[in-house]
Structures are given as C-alpha cells and as structure tokens.
C-alpha cells in the first residue's frame, strides 16, 4: 500500500496589509508549485476565502469540501479540505461551528474573537478501499475558554461521527504543545511529530513565524489508533525571496496499520 500524504497550512487571508513579496498574487503561485512538487493525497488549509480556495485549485488536480465559516457557503474563511479525486472519493462531508448550536453558522462564540467553524469528510482511498475521515479547524486566537470548548466539540463528534475508521484532526490550534489544548487533544488523539517513526525534519520550534519574525508552534496533525506516522516535516522553503504564508505548512506521511511509538532506548 502506498504512504499517505497530507498536509497542514495557514495560507493566511488575503488582503492589502500584506505587501511585495508576500503579497497573495505572488504567493499563490509559490503555493502551487509547491502543491503540485509534494503532490499530498489531501491538505487542509486555513483562512482560506472562497476566492483563494477558488484560485487554489487553479493549476492542479484537487477539488475541496467545506465552506466559509460566517455562513457555512461562500462568506468567510474556510478551515477546507482539498482532495485528490485520482486517489481518494469523498462518501461524506459537513461543517459545524465551535459554539453552542453547531448548525448556526457566524456565530461568535465562548468569548472568541470571531466565528470558529470545523469542516470534516470522510473518503475511501480508490487503490485500497481503505475508510479514514480528517477534521480541520482553525481555533480562536483570543479565547482560551473558546479554544478548549472548541476542541471538546470537536472530538465529541469525532467520537459519535464515522469513529469505526482511522481519523486525522489537522488545523491552526493558535496554542502551543504545553498548553491545556494540546494535553487535551492528546488525550484522544497523538500529536503526528511524537510519535513519527522516521524522519522528522525542519524548524522544530516554529510553524508559525511571522514572515520570519517569530518562531511558535500552533499547527498540527492528530492521528487516531490505526494509523502510523512514517515521517514528519515543517517545510520552511522560501520561493523567489517570498515566503509561502505567515505560517509554515507541516506535512505528514501515514500509513494505514497500528499506530506505534518510536523506540525508546533507556
């Protein structure tokens, strides 16, 4: 059976505060070409609008789920998940806010500093019949209530949703792995870098970093039991003096099988 790529990226939201080089027009074509060299079976961004989403499938392959968090349509960032039909089909998918009523979209909610939103599908890979379902969220920046209410709502459908088949949770948590939302999705979940079997490659201390500014880690890929992390990178890669975005994408390699921790010599 062939590995399983995905990817993790803040493309971050498009507008006139970001100027040459790191304007989105000269962005989006690094963002393809890097797209279209790591070729991952799915990748699930954040901040996207729907023009962006729009304009990320100009050039490649992939079709997406998801929809923009003010109104679960058009208006609004997506937390979306692009696919590649070539590989996987999608069986189900859905979004839902990170508020007391899921099905309301635009809602601010918990404190949170604007409307959080999950998207989720569930897709079958064509070469294996393999089922596995991936969440991808994008947390408040504000809100720590917001955060950890949030993420309890995610993993409490993850629990009741598809939870017969190996599940992937990816996003921009906006915490940093010892605070109390990270314990708490690793109590359900392993975060992809802790448990990598092989190669784990490129800046360890930031996937966030500011245009070069700052070096944080907020994104992650979570895997369930049944999979196994083979390699894990941060790709800190510039393109014509430009960066990708403000954070930097993280990218897993996965295969379908027991989950299992690297050796520990004592």
């Given at each position: 059976m062939d590995?399983?790529?995905?990817?993790t990226f803040n493309v971050r939201c498009a507008g006139p505060?970001?100027?040459s080089p790191n304007s989105w027009e000269e962005r989006l074509p690094r963002i393809q070409q890097f797209l279209n060299a790591e070729r991952?079976?799915?990748f699930g961004v954040q901040e996207?609008?729907?023009?962006q989403m729009v304009?990320?499938?100009?050039?490649?392959?992939?079709?997406?789920?998801g929809g923009g968090r003010d109104d679960f349509h058009r208006k609004g960032e997506y937390s979306g998940i692009f696919y590649d039909p070539l590989r996987l089909e999608v069986l189900d998918w859905g979004n839902f806010s990170l508020g007391d009523n899921p099905a309301v979209a635009g809602v601010c909610a918990w404190g949170a500093a604007c409307p959080r939103m999950a998207t989720w599908g569930f897709f079958r890979e064509l070469a294996s019949g393999q089922r596995f379902s991936?969440?991808?969220?994008?947390?408040?920046?504000?809100?720590?209530?917001?955060?950890i209410k949030g993420l309890t709502l995610i993993l409490s459908q993850?629990?009741?949703?598809?939870?017969d088949v190996p599940q992937l949770l990816m996003g921009d948590f906006n915490a940093p792995p010892d605070s109390p939302v990270w314990t708490l999705a690793s109590t359900e979940l392993e975060?992809?870098?802790g448990i990598a079997m092989g190669e784990i490659s490129g800046p360890q201390n930031a996937t966030y970093h500011n245009w070069g500014q700052s070096a944080t880690v907020i994104d992650y890929i979570f895997v369930s039991r049944g999979l196994t992390v083979l390699n894990y990178r941060v790709d800190d890669r510039m393109v014509d003096g430009g960066y990708l975005s403000d954070h930097y994408p993280v990218i897993v390699e996965l295969m379908f099988g027991a989950t299992r921790r690297p050796l520990v010599l004592a």
């Open positions: 590995n399983t790529k995905v990817i505060w970001d100027l991952p079976v799915l996207a609008s729907h023009a304009g990320l499938l100009d050039g490649t392959a992939y079709r997406f789920v991936c969440y991808n969220t994008h947390l408040d920046h504000i809100s720590e209530e917001a955060q993850m629990a009741s949703h598809y939870a975060d992809a870098r």
